[in-house]
C-alpha cells in the first residue's frame, strides 16, 4: 500500500501548534485581567460622580429652600435611598416630589448580592473627618467599602 503524502500532521507540528497556542494563552489572561479591573474601576468612577451629583443636588434644593430641612440639620440627604425615592418640594403647592436620581447604582467592587444598594457603600457624614469617614445622620458621601487598590495607585476608600 501507498502511504499519501501530507495526510497528517508530524509530532513536531503538534508540538509547536501547541507551544503557540500556549504562549498565547499565557499573554492574553494578564491582558484579560488588567481589561475587566478597567473596566470595574471605570465603573465604580461612574457610580461615585452620579451619587455625588446626587448629594450636591440635594444639598442645593434644601438650601434653596425646596426640601425641607430642620434648622439643626445640614441640607445633607438623611439616606442614600432619598435621592432616589425623592422628597416633596416644600415651594410646590402641590408638594410634588423632586427626584435627584433615576437609580442608586451598586458599588462594582462589592461581590456580596445580599446587601441592598445602599450598603454596598460607605458613607460619611457631614460632621465626620476625612481623614476619618463616619456614619451620622446625614449623607454627606459616599466611597467604596473595598480594600483594594486601583491601577493609579490609591486606595479605592479614598476615589
Known sequence: MRRRAGAGFSLIELVVSVAIVGTLALVAVPLLETTMKRQKESELRAALRDIRTGIDAYKKAADEGRVEKKSDESGYPRRLEDLVQGMANSQDPTHAKIYFMRRLPRDPLNGD?????????????????????????????????SPGIGMNGVPYREW
Open 113 to 145: 448580592t445580599t446587601l441592598n444598594v445602599a450598603q454596598t457603600w460607605g458613607k460619611r457624614s457631614y460632621a465626620s473627618p476625612p481623614d476619618a469617614p463616619a456614619e451620622g445622620t446625614d449623607v454627606f458621601d459616599v466611597y467604596s467599602l
